[in-house]
């Protein structure tokens, strides 16, 4: 198993601002997963982070609006850009099970804009 | 923390009673075909899978149905209990080596006392 830590846990933003959520996995993972919720919903993959290259993105999703990094193997960053209150969801990190079908995921980081 | 899937499809049962939460799939190149258990204020929690070539699978109080000729997975979660009230996702393992997840709708189950 994988135990993930995001922060921050929650935050409420201001419009047009934009805000970096972190990802701590407690081993090292070749691929790292960004979802986003929003309210109601379902979750839905933005990207794909793999260590020493660019992120893969998803339909629908961009690398402007939705930076992200992986500087190591246990590490990633997503940012949310010039946010707007369509933004507000819930965002998650997972990792794959190394082989498994098993996601492990993070408790997730509840963006508020307005 | 706030409730997710407020909005969504609900099931509510009696205690005790069996509970069937359905699922239609898209991708038949798919892999694995998974059930994830929400809780709120939590991520999702890995149920039971089953792999593309399986119809059935059996694992604690739990078992997943997979019809490939119409594209439908079901989850059968037997004597119900408070504790499983929550949001269940079907999910889809697709990807390279499958290790990419794509979720499916969900479905909010509430269990009755």
């Known amino acids: 198993s994988a135990v993930i830590s995001q922060k921050p846990s929650r935050d409420i933003c201001q419009r047009g601002t934009s805000l970096t959520i972190q990802c701590q996995v407690d081993?090292?993972?070749?691929?790292m997963f960004w979802y986003r919720q929003q309210p109601g919903q379902s979750l839905t993959l933005i990207a794909t982070?793999?260590?020493?290259?660019?992120?893969?993105?998803e339909s629908g999703f961009v690398i402007d609006k939705f930076p992200i990094s992986r500087p190591n193997l246990t590490f990633s960053t997503l940012t949310v850009s010039n946010m707007s209150p369509e933004d507000s969801s819930i965002y998650l990190c997972?990792?794959?099970?190394?082989?498994?079908?098993?996601?492990?995921f993070g408790q997730g980081t509840r963006l508020t804009v307005v | 923390g706030e409730s997710v899937g407020l909005h969504l499809p609900t099931l509510s049962v009696q205690e005790g009673d069996n509970s069937i939460i359905n699922c239609a799939y898209s991708?038949?190149?798919?892999?694995?075909f998974i059930w994830y258990k929400q809780e709120s204020g939590k991520g999702p929690q890995f149920i039971i899978d089953?792999?593309?070539?399986?119809d059935k699978r059996q694992g604690q109080r739990v078992t997943v149905l997979l019809n490939k000729t119409v594209k439908h997975l079901s989850l059968q979660i037997a004597a119900t209990q408070p504790g499983d009230s929550a949001v269940y996702f079907c999910?889809?393992?697709?990807?390279?080596?499958?290790?990419?997840?794509?979720f499916g709708a969900g479905t909010r189950l509430f269990v009755k006392a």
């Open positions: 982070a793999n260590q020493g290259s660019e992120a893969t993105y």
């Open positions: 997972s990792v794959s099970g190394q082989g498994r079908s098993e996601a492990f």
């Open positions: 081993s090292q993972v070749t691929m």
């Open positions: 991708n038949s190149a798919s892999d694995y």
């Open positions: 999910a889809e393992n697709r990807g390279a080596g499958g290790f990419k997840t794509i």
């Open positions: 089953i792999r593309s070539n399986m």
